[in-house]
């Protein structure tokens, strides 16, 4: 059984690595993408006190549309969440962007630059809301064509936001820093 796990898994390898690997122009392609990776968010303020955040695991996918060869509208959601010294919170960023798309020499390597809008909607545990707030972004990242449909990608992205209030029944209890910096693996796959 094993012999043959193996067996299979080099024949999907090969299969997938003897096509054309090589990025064509984005103009008019259609993609989905999922990822994975670690955020480091901002530290907060409870009351007089500091709250000293954690690296929290972040996770979505999205869509991506080439408007030419080298612009793409692309829109994503992510979901993080993260301890802290007082408590688990957590972001829901829908992410509204355009990326930058270079041609290089490497056919198989596409890097680019992105930049957006962020809706972000945060939430807190032990009864607490914390306010949603909008934010822009900037990203730099590089997708690696495997066939022309299959890009593994990889992405750095900085979120930055205004401050967000902390509440629960007694009122305000401190202010929420939705800044982050992220760095994401995953996987794109066009459909045309």
Do not use: W
């Amino acid at each position: 059984m094993k012999k043959l796990l193996i067996l299979a898994c080099a024949t999907t390898v090969l299969t997938l690595t003897t096509g054309l690997a090589m990025a064509d122009s984005i103009k008019g392609k259609v993609g989905v993408t999922g990822k994975i990776g670690f955020l480091i968010p901002a530290d907060n303020d409870i009351g007089p006190f500091k709250n000293n955040t954690d690296v929290g695991f972040i996770g979505g996918g999205g869509v991506i549309y080439g408007i030419d060869d080298h612009f793409a509208a692309e829109i994503d959601i992510t979901r993080t969440s993260f301890e802290s010294d007082f408590g688990k919170f957590g972001t829901t960023n829908l992410s509204l962007g355009g990326q930058y798309r270079f041609a290089i020499s490497q056919p198989q390597i596409v890097p680019y630059l992105g930049a957006g809008l962020d809706i972000l909607m945060n939430d807190a545990d032990q009864g607490r809301d914390v306010d949603s707030t909008v934010g822009a972004h900037g990203a730099a990242g590089v997708d690696y064509f495997i066939t022309k449909r299959l890009a593994l990608t990889t992405e750095l992205k900085i979120v930055v936001a205004a401050d967000s209030d902390i509440t629960s029944a007694g009122g305000k209890v401190g202010n929420f820093n939705p800044n982050s910096f992220s760095t994401t693996f995953g996987a794109r796959y066009f459909f045309n």
